[in-house]
C-alpha cells in the first residue's frame, strides 16, 4: 500500500531500517517503564535516607548498635547496610522493567532479548560484553580496530560493520562466514540476505527459509527461526507491524516470560550497571569507613 498523505513518502521509498533501529524500537517501547521505575525506586530510597538520618527510632538503632557491638564494628555494619540496598536499587532498576511489560511488547521484547544473548555469549561468553564493546557506532569502530577477522568473530564483525555503515567489508566477513554446520551456513546466507537488503537490492526470504529447513530440528533450527523473524521484524520498521514476526516465534522458545527477562535481559543490564555504578559505590562506602574507622586513631 502506498500512502497518499501530503509530504508522506511512499513507504516502498523509503529504504529499509537500518541495523539498529530494532533495538531503538524496543528502547522507547521500554522507556516509560524503565523512567517510572527509577523514579520510584529513587524516591523510595531518598525517602528512606531522609526518614533513616532525622527519625528518631534509626538514631536509637545507631547509638543500641554501638553500645553493643562497639563503634567500629557499628561502622562497617552500616557500611555494608548501605552497599546491600544500593544493590538492591541497582537489581529492582534492572531486573523489574521488562517484567512490567505485557502483551504483545512482552512477547516480542522476550524472543529479541533470548536471541541477542545467546548470540553474544557463544562469542563473549556473557551478554553484557556486546554493550561493552559493541553499545555505540564509535564504540563499534574501537573494536574493529583492535579484533582480528577469525571464524568465530565474523559474524560480531559483520554487525559491527554493518552498525558503523561499512555494507562492502561487512560482506567480505560473510562471505568468509565458516559454513561447517547447517546453522553456519544459514547465517552466513541471512548476513548476504541483509547486505542486498540494507544496500537496496532487494531481500529474498526463500533461500532462507530453505537454509532453515536444511537445519535439524532442535535448538540449531529454532536459533535460526528467531534470527530470521528479528531480520523480518527491522524490515517492517518503521510502518508496518514489527512486532508480529517476533510474536510468531515465541512459542519455540520454551522457558517461561519471567526467566528469559530475567536471565537474557535483567541480568545484562545488571551486570552493565554493576561494572560502572555500583562497584564504585559500594567502593565508596567502604572507603569511607576506613576513613572514619582510621582518622580518629590518626589524627588524635
Known amino acids: 500500500m502506498v500512502s497518499t498523505a501530503e509530504g508522506t513518502p511512499p513507504i516502498e521509498d523509503r529504504g529499509p531500517a537500518p541495523i539498529g533501529s530494532l533495538g531503538r524500537a524496543f528502547v522507547k517501547v521500554l522507556a516509560p517503564i524503565q523512567t517510572a521505575v527509577v523514579a520510584v525506586t529513587l524516591l523510595v530510597a531518598f525517602v ?17 548498635v554501638g553500645e553493643s557491638i562497639g563503634t567500629t564494628p557499628a561502622i562497617w555494619v552500616f557500611a555494608i547496610l548501605a552497599a546491600a540496598l544500593f544493590t538492591l536499587a541497582v537489581a529492582v532498576i534492572s531486573f523489574v522493567p521488562p517484567l512490567l511489560l505485557r502483551g504483545v511488547d512482552r512477547e516480542a521484547f522476550v524472543v529479541h532479548s533470548w536471541i541477542g544473548a545467546r548470540e553474544v555469549r557463544r562469542v563473549f561468553g556473557r551478554a553484557s560484553r556486546a554493550a561493552e564493546l559493541l553499545g ?20 560480531v564483525r559483520f554487525d559491527a560493520l554493518m552498525m558503523v555503515g561499512r555494507p562492502d567489508d ?10 561447517r554446520t547447517p546453522l553456519e551456513s544459514y547465517r552466513r ?3 548476504l540476505a541483509i547486505v542486498d537488503d540494507q544496500i537496496g537490492l532487494g531481500f529474498d526470504e526463500a533461500p532462507l527459509r530453505q537454509a532453515i529447513a536444511a537445519i535439524p530440528p532442535g535448538i ?10 528479528v ?4 524490515r517492517a520498521l518503521p510502518d508496518g507491524d514489527w512486532r508480529m514476526p517476533l510474536v510468531a516465534v ?16 535483567g541480568l545484562t543490564i545488571f551486570d552493565v550497571l554493576a561494572r560502572r555504578i555500583l562497584v564504585p559505590f559500594v567502593i ?11 582518622a580518629p586513631a590518626l589524627f588524635g
Open 48 to 64: 528512606l535516607l531522609f526518614l533513616g538520618l532525622t527519625a528518631d527510632p534509626f538514631y536509637d538503632a545507631v547509638i543500641w
Open 250 to 265: 515465541r512459542g519455540l522458545l520454551p522457558e517461561s516470560d519471567a526467566i528469559l527477562l530475567t536471565r537474557d535481559f
Open 189 to 191: 546466507h541471512e548476513a
Open 170 to 179: 561487512a560482506r567480505v566477513e560473510a562471505v568468509a562466514m565458516p559454513q
Open 231 to 234: 531480520t523480518l521484524a527491522r
Open 284 to 294: 565508596l562506602f567502604f572507603a569511607t569507613a576506613v576513613v572514619v574507622t582510621v
Open 220 to 229: 540449531d533450527r529454532t536459533e535460526a527461526t528467531v534470527s530470521l523473524a
Open 136 to 155: 555505540t557506532p564509535e564504540a563499534a569502530r574501537r573494536w574493529l580496530e583492535t579484533s582480528q577477522p577469525t571464524d568465530d568473530l565474523r559474524g
